[in-house]
C-alpha cells in the first residue's frame, strides 16, 4: 500500500515521504522502548490543566522515594525472624541475631514467605522487579493525584491514586505511603502467591512492624539494652494499637517479652501476647481454609511454640504447680510440631515441656528430643546442649538417690561434655554462656569440687556478682557458700538473689534451695 501511494508522487516528493514514514516509525520506536525501559525505575509526571512547573510534585523525586521505601521495607522483613540461636548469616547479608535459646524466633518472613517476598524472589533489589508508572493529574475536584500502576510483563496488577498534598517537599511522606500500600495490597492480591498473607491491611501497623524490624535486626541490637528493647517494644505496641487484629505484631512483642523477662508478670505478659496472637492466627486460617496462608500458619505454631515456652518457664523457673503448667505446655508444643514439623524450634519446646518438672522419667524424654535436634543439626545449638547437659545433671542426681552411683558418675560426665561443647561453640557475647557456667558450678557442686563450682559461678556472673541480675547464679553461689560453711557470703548472696526475684513464687523456690543447702 505504502509502495502504492508513493508511486503516485513524483520521484523526490516520494524519496522525502519515504524518509519521512521512516523517520517517523524510528521516532516511535525509540519512544515505545524508552517507555519501557524507562518506568521501571522513574514515575514520569504528566499535567492536565495545570503546568508541570506548578505542581508540588517532582516525577523524579517521588520515584526515588519511592524507591528508598520500597528498599527499607525489604530489607526491614527480608532477613526478620525475630532472634534465633543459631546464629547463622541469612542468604542476604543481614546478621541474625542470637538468643538465650532455641526456639525464640519469630515468624519468618523470607523469600517464600513474606508479603514481600515476591520482590526478593524476582530479583535481589526491589526496584527492577516492578513495573510502576505514575502520574500526577488533577481531577474533576481539581485535586492533584499520584497513581502508580504495577505490572509485570503484560499482566496488570493493581493501581494506586494519592492525593498529593499542596504543601512543597511532600514527595516523601507520599512516597512511604504508596510503599507501603504497594507491598501489602500486593500481598492481598496474591501477585505472585494466593498464599501470601501481610497479616493486615493497615499500612500504619505495617509501617509500625517494620520499623521495629528495623531496630530488632541492627547487628548492635541488644536484649541486655533496656533503650532498644524499650524502643522495638514501643513500636510493636504501636502496630497493635492501630490494629488490634495484627497476628504478627502480637507474636513478636511476645517474643520480645519472652527473651528479655527477669519476672513471672514479664513472663505471663508474653503468655497473653502469644495466645493472642495464636487465636488471631488460627481465626485468619479457619476464614482461609482453602488457601491456608504460610504465613498464617507458621504464625500460629510460632505463638504455640511461645505459648509452650512460657508455660514451662512458669513451671520450671517459677515453681507454678504442674496442673496448671506442665498438661498445657506439652499440648501447645505438640501443636507447634503438627504446624511447624519436627524443627528444631518446635522440638526444643517440646523438650523443655516435657523436662521442666524435673523427675527422672520425665528427663528421659527430654533427653531423646535433645539427642534428636543434635542428631539433626550437630553442634549448632548451644542451648540444645546445655539444656542436655543441665538435665543430665539432675538425672544423675536422682540416679545416686536411687543407689546407682557408676550410672550417676557416667551422666555426670555426659553432662560436662555436653556444657563444654556449649562453651566451645558459643561466642562470649551469647546469652546462653552464664548459664552454662552456672551449670558447671552445680555439676562440681554436686561432686564437692567447691573451688571449681566457686570459680564458675563467679564466671556466670561477671563483670561484677555485687550488681548481677542473673538471679538463679546468685542463689546457687549462695548455696555452694552455705554448704561451704560461709555463712556472712551465704546470706549477702542470697539477699542479692532474693532483691532481684521480683516475684515472691520465685522467692520462695530461692529460700527452699537455700534451706537445703544450709540442712536446716
Known amino acids: 500500500m505504502t509502495d502504492f501511494l508513493l508511486g503516485l508522487l513524483p520521484g523526490a516528493v516520494a524519496r522525502v515521504a519515504e524518509l519521512t514514514l521512516l523517520a517517523l516509525a524510528t521516532a516511535l520506536v525509540l519512544v515505545l522502548l524508552a517507555r519501557r525501559f524507562s518506568a521501571r525505575r522513574t514515575l514520569t509526571v504528566r499535567s492536565w490543566g495545570e503546568p508541570a512547573s506548578r505542581t508540588s510534585s517532582d516525577g523524579k523525586a517521588l520515584a526515588n522515594h519511592l524507591r528508598g521505601h520500597l528498599e527499607r521495607i525489604w530489607r526491614a522483613h527480608a532477613n526478620q525472624g525475630g532472634l534465633t540461636s543459631s546464629g547463622e548469616r541469612a542468604s542476604l547479608g543481614n546478621p541474625r541475631r542470637e538468643s538465650e535459646d532455641l526456639g525464640s524466633k519469630a515468624v519468618s518472613l523470607l523469600a517464600g514467605n513474606s508479603p514481600v517476598g515476591f520482590l526478593v524472589g524476582l530479583s535481589s533489589r526491589i526496584w527492577p522487579a516492578l513495573e510502576l508508572e505514575g502520574e500526577t493529574v488533577v ?83 541488644d536484649l541486655d539494652d533496656p533503650e532498644m528493647v524499650e524502643a522495638v517494644a514501643g513500636t510493636l505496641s504501636e502496630a497493635i494499637e492501630a490494629d488490634p487484629d495484627y497476628a504478627l505484631a502480637w507474636l513478636n512483642r511476645g517474643v520480645l517479652r519472652l527473651l528479655t523477662f527477669r519476672d513471672a508478670d514479664t513472663n505471663r505478659q508474653a503468655r497473653e501476647d502469644f495466645l493472642q496472637a495464636e487465636a488471631l492466627a488460627r481465626e485468619k486460617a479457619d476464614a482461609e481454609a482453602q488457601t491456608r496462608p504460610v504465613v498464617s500458619r507458621r504464625v500460629e505454631g510460632m505463638a504455640a511454640l511461645g505459648l509452650s515456652r512460657t508455660l514451662s518457664q512458669d513451671r520450671h523457673r517459677f515453681g507454678r504447680p504442674d496442673e496448671e503448667t506442665v498438661a498445657p505446655a506439652r499440648s501447645a508444643a505438640e501443636r507447634a510440631v503438627t504446624l511447624l514439623g519436627r524443627s528444631p524450634e518446635a522440638l526444643y519446646a517440646l523438650a523443655f515441656a516435657w523436662h521442666c518438672t524435673e523427675t527422672l522419667e520425665d528427663i528421659r524424654v527430654g533427653r531423646e528430643i535433645y539427642e534428636e535436634i543434635i542428631a539433626l543439626e550437630p553442634r549448632k545449638h548451644p542451648a540444645v546442649h546445655n539444656n542436655l547437659g543441665y538435665i543430665l545433671m539432675v538425672g544423675g542426681e536422682h540416679l545416686r538417690a536411687l543407689g546407682q552411683e557408676e550410672e550417676a558418675e557416667r551422666w555426670w560426665g555426659e553432662a560436662e561434655e555436653e556444657m563444654r561443647i556449649t562453651l566451645r561453640i558459643s561466642d562470649t557475647k551469647r546469652r546462653t554462656t552464664p548459664f552454662t557456667h552456672a551449670n558447671l558450678g552445680n555439676l562440681y557442686r554436686l561432686r564437692r569440687s567447691f573451688a571449681k563450682a566457686e570459680g564458675e559461678y563467679l564466671e556466670a556472673l561477671t563483670p561484677d556478682p555485687e550488681t548481677s541480675t542473673y538471679t538463679n547464679g546468685l542463689n546457687e553461689l549462695a548455696c555452694l557458700y552455705a554448704e561451704m560453711g560461709r555463712e556472712e557470703d551465704a546470706a549477702r548472696y542470697h539477699e542479692l538473689a532474693l532483691r532481684s526475684a521480683g516475684d515472691p513464687d520465685h522467692e520462695e523456690k530461692l529460700r527452699q534451695a537455700m534451706s537445703r543447702a544450709s540442712g536446716s
Open 139 to 221: 481531577g474533576e475536584d481539581r485535586t492533584l493525584l499520584c497513581c502508580a500502576r504495577l505490572r509485570k510483563g503484560k499482566k496488570f496488577y493493581h493501581a494506586w491514586q494519592r492525593p498529593v498534598p499542596e504543601a512543597k517537599d511532600s514527595s516523601e511522606a507520599l512516597a512511604e505511603e504508596l510503599a507501603y500500600r504497594i507491598v501489602l495490597d500486593t500481598a492481598r492480591i496474591g501477585a505472585l502467591d494466593a498464599s501470601q498473607s501481610a497479616g493486615t491491611s493497615n499500612w500504619q501497623a505495617f509501617r509500625a512492624l517494620t520499623r521495629a524490624m528495623e531496630i530488632w535486626n541492627r547487628p548492635d541490637f
